[in-house]
């Protein structure tokens, strides 16, 4: 199962065509549904549609989906953290990723990393994040 890692928004589900990511929600933790003005998560992979919907309200814990497979040939989920729909691509960004903690790692630390050139990821966390 996927939950949210925090309070806030839905502001878009559904499958990206284009990529690998499968269904997907992505959460607007400042309430305004415009992921370009805080905080924001992403959730990718999912099994099915999710089970939010746009406009939707969530609660932390609150559960979006489940784990897929796609991309991959098992099941796992990718989050992404942004803040102002940047995931750290430049170093304000970065610093506010940097002020907020999840299970003792900041935002920043959990960004993902892939290995040059590839898609694969090369950083896994474990999660206790549950209802």
Do not use: W
């Not at 690998?20 to 400042?30: A, E, I, Q, R, S």
């Not at 999912?46 to 979006?64: E, M």
């Amino acid at each position: 199962k996927v939950y949210a890692a925090g309070a806030g928004k839905v502001a878009t589900v559904g499958t990206d065509p284009n990529s690998p990511n499968g269904y997907y929600v992505v959460l607007d933790h400042d309430n305004d549904g415009d992921v370009k003005t805080g905080y924001s998560t992403r959730y990718l992979h999912l099994r099915d549609f999710p089970l939010v919907n746009a406009g939707d309200t969530v609660k932390q814990g609150q559960q979006l989906g489940f784990l897929g497979q796609t991309g991959t040939d098992h099941a796992h989920l990718h989050i992404g953290l942004r803040f102002k729909d940047d995931g750290g691509s430049d170093e304000a960004t970065k610093s506010e990723l940097r002020k907020v903690r999840m299970e003792g790692l900041t935002l920043d630390e959990y960004n993902a990393e892939c290995a040059p050139g590839t898609s694969t990821p090369v950083k896994y966390y474990p999660s206790t994040n549950s209802p």
